[in-house]
């Protein structure tokens, strides 16, 4: 009797359990298939929702010590992180790989990230989560850096809102990711050094450099000429075509420097009252022999790795001036005042929508294939910048 009893009760017992945990499925899989529903309408291509973002991975070029690029730089997945109050989620659409990146990677460069870090100063991506805080960007918006050091080189990143500026989203995907640096280097030494007005000529070594090629636009957009030195090469012909259909008044050759041949071109054009060095050594100096008396010669950048030399006589009969530029610090010398900053790329993208300013050119390299782009980028002779398509 007693056996009978308690199996009947423990069969009752059994299958009010049953029913109530088989309910509680049945609730469970109903919630957790709305959510997903729910996080796929948001279009979420890295599973980046707001409640998610915490557990959710991107894909990262990261370094964890200085050396050489191709042997330093992995393909590695991160956390992305939550979006905070006054931060956004970026989808990470394409990012170069400059100069600059290669000596941060290197350790040479001014300013380094604490290690472990993801490369990339400049890129654009675009918006697609925004905090509740936020004011100046929306879903949508493409944005570019503020500064360097924000390591643009992933597929995904939350960023603070005041890190970022936004862009046209309406403008060409490789000039907008090549924008914040080298066009930005470029205005800014044709503005600040000299007055320049239509007519005006100034001259530059590494002119088929990002910069180069971005002065050699802006000038012609404002009337004034452009002397460009390029090294020597096999192609000479075709990379001197290809810059004066950008723009280019004369493309010549660094020992063309040297030579009786440059009286000859200066009957067509008055003598530079701007120089423009980013190569340094021999180069600059020969640079400072044809400016005008008062003309200023500015050093961006370096790639000869040798100093600049100045003559005595340069100083003290022509009274030439001679000032370096970091468009790094420029920019963080407006961080108190954004408007310079915004004045600038307004100007630049009216210029890439009338067509007179576009990208340098550019190799498109698949982001998984990133050897290809940093081994690229440290070749010699280059005249096109790697980009990395996300």
């Not at 088989?22 to 899989?29: M, P």
């Not at 989203?169 to 990711?177: F, G, H, Q, R, Y």
């Amino acid at each position: 009797m007693y056996d009978k009893t308690f199996s009947a009760m423990w069969l009752r017992l059994y299958t009010v359990c049953f029913r109530r945990q088989t309910t509680l499925a049945r609730h469970l899989s109903v919630v957790c298939t709305r959510a997903s529903a729910r996080s796929n309408a948001k279009g979420a291509n890295f599973c980046h929702s707001a409640s998610l973002a915490a557990a959710s991975t991107c894909k990262a070029l990261r370094y964890h010590k200085h050396g050489d690029p191709p042997q330093v730089v992995y393909l590695e997945n991160i956390e992305v992180g939550p979006v905070g109050a006054n931060d956004v989620l970026v989808k990470m659409l394409a990012a170069p790989v400059n100069p600059s990146d290669i000596n941060m990677i290197q350790g040479t460069y001014a300013i380094l990230p604490d290690l472990p870090a993801t490369g990339g100063n400049e890129g654009v991506g675009e918006v697609t989560e925004v905090g509740h805080q936020v004011t100046s960007l929306k879903p949508g918006d493409w944005v570019i850096p503020k500064d360097a050091g924000l390591g643009t080189w992933r597929t995904a990143a939350v960023f603070s809102e005041d890190d970022l500026i936004s862009l046209p989203n309406d403008i060409p995907l490789l000039t907008a990711a090549t924008l914040g640096v080298n066009p930005c280097t470029a205005y800014r030494m044709l503005a600040d050094f000299e007055d320049l007005k239509s007519g005006d000529t100034v001259i530059q070594n590494a002119a088929n450099s990002g910069v180069g090629q971005a002065v050699i636009q802006i000038a012609a957009a404002r009337g004034i000429s452009t002397i460009n030195v390029i090294r020597d090469r096999p192609e000479f012909t075709q990379l001197s075509d290809r810059l004066k259909a950008i723009g280019a008044t004369h493309v010549i050759k660094e020992e063309v420097l040297r030579k009786p041949e440059m009286k000859d071109l200066f009957k067509t054009c008055p003598r530079p009252k701007l120089a423009l060095n980013g190569v340094g050594g021999k180069s600059a100096t020969e640079l400072l022999r044809h400016l005008q008396v008062g003309g200023s010669m500015v050093t961006y950048g370096g790639m000869a790795k040798q100093p600049v030399t100045v003559p005595v006589s340069a100083l003290i009969f022509k009274d030439l001036k001679v000032r370096g530029f970091w468009v790094t610090q420029w920019k963080r010398n407006q961080s108190y005042d954004g408007c310079a900053f915004k004045n600038m790329l307004d100007d630049l993208c009216s210029l890439v929508k009338q067509k007179k300013l576009t990208a340098p050119t550019c190799n498109k390299v698949f982001f998984e294939e990133y050897h290809k782009a940093l081994s690229g980028a440290m070749q010699p002779y280059i005249s096109a910048k790697n980009v990395l398509i996300m």
